[in-house]
C-alpha cells in the first residue's frame, strides 16, 4: 500500500449574477490498467463547498 500524496486543496468560486458559488474540486484516479492502450483513467467532479451552493442551483429549476 502507497502513502497517501500531499494534495493541495483549492477552492474554485463560480460567479453566477453576482452571487459567489464555493465548490471544492476533487479528482480520483484509478491506477494500473489491464489493456495498454488505456492510460490511467480519471474523474473529476466538483463538490459544493457550503449550503448556499447547494440551494442556489435548486433555486433555479421550475
Known sequence: MRPAARV??????VEHHGRAL???PSISTFDAPMDVNVAEPAV???LPAGPATVDY???LTP
Open 8 to 13: 493541495a486543496r483549492l477552492p474554485l468560486r
Open 22 to 24: 464555493p465548490y471544492v
Open 44 to 46: 473529476g467532479t466538483l
Open 57 to 59: 442551483p435548486r433555486s
